[in-house]
């Protein structure tokens, strides 16, 4: 079984950044929609990307962002990925693959199987398919610490790669992945002490946990 990767979403800071950095995790998001407490203004994210420069993966969130936010997006942080969190279609998410060249990650906001039978129409358009819980109408779609019942997407073989997030935390994320089998995990407010505030030891914390399994 191969090891599980992480994914470390919402940082804003330098030390953030290392802390991710020092726990081995395989991929930082930065976070460019404007509404979240973990938005990263490009202006930031460039700062963060040269400093990171080859030594974690990054991943751009956008929630039904415009190609110029996109653009400005990209080139700032360098973006290895591009996460599309809203409503996205799989031709919009094809779109913005074949505009910016980079792999797309489409998330899929799951409550009930239909959600995850949804996954199946971007097996084209996207790169890796993200399992996230839906949130409450008029919240964020994302980053409120919403789990979903992991049963729906266990051992998922889907036509993509694929991963898990929503409520994941040091606590609950080996369990996460043995019950699901997510060859990827991904997590923002579980790493936090405060909304937008990461805690290095719980980043270090949910690393380890995950490859634990
Ligand atoms: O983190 C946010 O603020 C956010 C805002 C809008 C869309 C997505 C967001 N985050 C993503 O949601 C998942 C799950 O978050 P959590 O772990 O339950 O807090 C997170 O991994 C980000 O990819």
Redesign the pocket.
């Known amino acids: 079984m191969s090891r599980t990767a992480t994914k470390i ?2 940082l804003t800071t330098p030390d953030m950044l290392e802390a991710a950095i020092q726990a081995r995790a395989d991929h930082v ?1 930065f ?1 460019f ?1 404007p509404p ?3 938005y990263l203004a490009p202006r930031d994210a460039a700062a963060l990307a040269e400093r990171a420069e080859a030594r974690i993966s990054r991943v751009g ?1 956008f ?1 039904d962002a415009d190609d110029a936010a996109i653009t400005e997006a990209v080139a700032a942080g360098r973006l290895d990925a591009i ?1 599309l ?1 809203g409503q996205e279609t799989p031709e919009r998410a094809a779109q913005v693959r074949a505009r910016f060249g980079v792999p797309v990650w489409k998330v899929i906001s799951v409550a009930s199987a239909a959600d995850v039978a949804r996954a199946d129409a971007y097996a084209t358009a996207a790169d890796l398919i993200l399992f ?1 819980a839906k949130t409450p109408k008029g919240t ?7 789990a979903f019942d992991w049963t729906l997407v266990a051992n998922w073989k889907g036509p993509l790669a694929w991963g898990l ?4 935390n040091p606590t609950n994320v080996a369990e996460a992945v043995a019950r699901t089998g997510a060859p990827l995990v ?5 790493v936090e002490s405060a909304p937008g505030v990461k805690d290095a030891d719980l980043i270090a914390a949910f690393c380890r946990a995950a490859r634990t399994v």
Request: charged share 10%; aromatic share 4%.
């Open positions: 979403c919402g998001g976070n929609f979240s407490p973990r969130l929630v996460q969190h996230d964020l779609p994302g980053g409120m610490g919403l997030a929503g409520g994941l991904d997590t923002a407010s579980g």
